[in-house]
């Protein structure tokens, strides 16, 4: 059931995602940068939290008073700023539920990666607490509401003395201090919830935690024009004697508290339930995925390409424990390795073209070896009855995830090392060689994406060799929804291939991968 | 590895972006919500009061004081227990409360505390607190009946504090 609901969401997002690729592109794709977006709106209700805090006043009859100051007679700074401050909160929460349905949705939660998911959840406690307290602050009617909701609410946890509520029994019952006490939680919350951040994102490596300066720069935008046609405003002083009712909710924040009305008792058995529910998502069921990275130390001479590419901080350089004259070594931290392969991809010892001895590499993965890979070329090579001939190297996770048809299929596509372009190109095993990954701005191994079309672009170690025909190589970067347009790329490509001078012999490839093995 | 993005391009993101924060505002104070109904108010009927100790105090023996260290002789030993408060709340004669409440704290020791809400239809209405606080075990130690007038959307909270004589509104 849940696959099956983690497929409907993926569909959802995958027609969501690729209109906005195709609206601004890849790079540029907020739902794409959800997790940079949110910490970039962190920061704006930071600082517009310290811009407001300069000109609030604690008090039962200040607090309102000095908000009521700066909304109307400056509102042309605070006035914005408190919008900011207001609706950048409110769009932590809408990014935030984005982010985590997205990782569900692209199962990127298991496994290894079960870290960054469960530390998430005390992320979204966190992000309510800081909302919900900045609300009382204002000691408007909403701030009434949410006060004297709020602590029935705690009341009816048996772990305070006195009924919290009592604080808002009557106008004479409330004093100064609480305000005092209230700032100070709504400064300490954030911060906790900053440092819950920094945790959330310490099992990758890389983590994207600003977006790209022209999103910022138009999310910026879009806030302040939104805050300048509707700013944020208080409803009216609260008022102990009086029940505020009707009350304007912030829905992003309050939509549970009517629960906490009438029921509060299943309010904190949903929450509860709720918490737990997601906290063991990762288990339910757990993630059967291949086994580990596996360093081979003749092989390897700690050179360090493979800790700079892999994108879970899985693998570490330490000292050296044979007696290869090499200061360093790999050592591979199983339980945040995610068996994605990049490693293997980015090995300068991944070389196809060795004839000597048993194809090992520095780095591999023992259940899909890089042997496997060339093995696999061979095979496509023998089988293949079709002219031009190609070879596609796809990522089990994109468009090409459910091709068998003349393909490679990887767990992601930056697990081939470039040489295996060349190799499948230069020895006649393909006419042309299709690298066909996730979508650019969907990678389900974060970086594979990014770091194979560098790899072929010339810009990052290994370097497809300059010699590598390039009109013979097409890269397709789609998500599993549009197989439809990989197969057109596929036919357009193999057309271009035909009118290409001197096509490969299909005749050859045996013969040479005698020679090869 | 991506192209520029034109202007046309960029100022659709905007507009995305935008619309997604002009949801964000439309709902950071709306629909409202209605707490209780219009022709409504609501009547809180909280303390927090320490009953009589569970056990009288009592006077030690000489030969009990002996056995005690020299700086510990206290003549009189009184338990820290408490006892629970039976109270009681009545609106236009109907009992919407009633019950012991249990002292605070591990070694029941603290004040009994109560907080609840009853939602009343706007107009007059006659209250009738009562509260026991004493070895006494029937009747009450402290009771209030009055008439009140409740206004749409009016709280009205009923307190007790002895020190001003028993049951308080505020």
């Known amino acids: ?517 | 590895m991506s192209a520029p993005v034109s202007m046309p391009r960029l100022a659709g993101l905007f507009v995305v972006l935008a619309a997604v924060m002009a949801f964000a505002a439309a709902f950071s104070d709306a629909p409202a919500y209605r707490q209780i109904p219009p022709d409504t108010g609501v009547i809180k009927f909280s303390f927090s009061h320490r009953a009589d100790r569970s056990q009288e105090c009592r006077r030690l023996t000489p030969e009990e004081l002996a056995k005690l260290p020299p700086n510990m002789r206290r003549p009189v030993e009184c338990p820290r227990g408490r006892r629970g408060i039976v109270a009681e709340l009545t609106i236009d004669n109907k009992t919407v409360f009633s019950g012991e409440i249990p002292p605070s704290g591990f070694a029941k020791d603290g004040p009994s505390q109560i907080y609840r809400r009853f939602v009343v239809k706007a107009g007059s209405h006659t209250v009738t607190a009562r509260l026991r606080d004493t070895p006494r075990t029937e009747g009450f130690d402290h009771e209030r009946t009055e008439a009140v007038t409740v206004a749409p959307g009016q709280s009205l909270a009923l307190d007790f504090r002895p020190e001003h004589g028993g049951f308080v509104w505020r």
């Open chain 1, 1 to 517: 059931m849940i696959a099956a609901l983690r497929h409907g969401v993926r569909r959802v997002f995958d027609v969501a995602e690729r209109s906005l690729d195709r609206l601004a592109g890849p790079a540029l794709n907020p739902l794409a940068q959800l997790g940079a977006l949110g910490f970039f709106l962190f920061w704006i209700v930071a600082v517009s939290g310290i811009y407001l805090f300069m000109l609030f006043d604690t008090g039962v009859e200040n607090a309102y008073a000095s908000v009521e100051w700066y909304s109307t007679r400056h509102a042309w700074h605070a006035g914005v700023m408190r919008s900011f401050h207001r609706y950048a909160s409110d769009m932590m929460v809408v990014v935030m539920a984005l982010h985590l349905l997205r990782e569900f949705a692209r199962d990127r939660y298991r496994g290894a990666r079960w870290f960054s998911w469960l530390t998430g959840v005390p992320v979204i406690w966190f992000i309510y607490m800081s909302g919900i307290t900045g609300y009382w602050l204002v000691w408007d009617q909403l701030a009434q509401y949410v006060a004297t909701t709020s602590t029935e609410l705690l009341d009816w946890l048996p772990i305070f003395g006195e009924p919290i509520a009592r604080n808002f029994l009557a106008p004479s019952s409330l004093s100064n201090r609480f305000f005092t006490l209230l700032v100070f939680l709504h400064i300490a919350v954030p911060l906790v919830l900053l440092f819950m951040l920094w945790i959330h994102i310490q099992r990758i490596t890389r983590p994207k935690v600003n977006p790209p300066r022209t999103l910022a720069a138009l999310t910026m935008l879009a806030l302040f024009a939104v805050s300048v046609a509707k700013p944020a405003l208080s409803q009216g002083p609260a008022d102990l004697a009086r029940v505020p009712s009707p009350v304007g909710l912030d829905w992003f924040y309050l939509s549970l508290y009517p629960l906490a009305d009438a029921a509060p008792g299943a309010l904190w058995g949903l929450l509860a339930a709720a918490t737990v529910m997601l906290a063991a998502m990762p288990w339910l069921p757990p993630l059967r995925r291949m086994r580990p990275a596996v360093v081979d130390l003749p092989h390897c001479n700690g050179c360090g390409r493979c800790v700079e590419d892999c994108p879970y901080d899985a693998l570490q350089l330490v000292p050296r424990t044979d007696d290869l004259p090499y200061a360093l070594e790999v050592a591979v931290d199983t339980d945040k390795c995610v068996s994605c392969g990049i490693c293997t991809g980015s090995c300068p010892s991944s070389t196809p073209f060795r004839s000597v001895g048993p194809l090992v590499t520095g780095i591999d993965l023992p259940d899909l070896t890089f042997a496997s890979q060339r093995e696999r070329v061979h095979e496509l090579a023998e089988v293949s009855d079709q002219s031009p001939r190609l070879l596609v190297i796809g990522c089990q996770h994109g468009a090409a995830g459910t091709r068998t048809d003349g393909t490679l299929s990887l767990p992601c596509v930056a697990m081939a090392p470039p040489s295996l372009i060349d190799y499948a190109l230069s020895r006649g095993f393909a006419d042309g060689v299709v690298v066909a990954g996730c979508a650019e701005s969907a990678c389900y191994n974060r970086l594979g994406v990014e770091w194979m079309q560098q790899r072929i672009a010339g810009e990052r170690d290994p370097y497809l060799r300059s010699r590598v025909p390039r009109e013979r190589i097409l890269s397709v970067w789609a998500s599993p929804t549009e197989g439809a347009r990989l197969d057109r790329e596929l036919a357009e490509f193999k057309n271009r291939l035909a009118t290409l001078t001197e096509p490969q012999s299909p005749a050859e490839a045996p013969a040479i991968r005698e020679a090869a093995s």
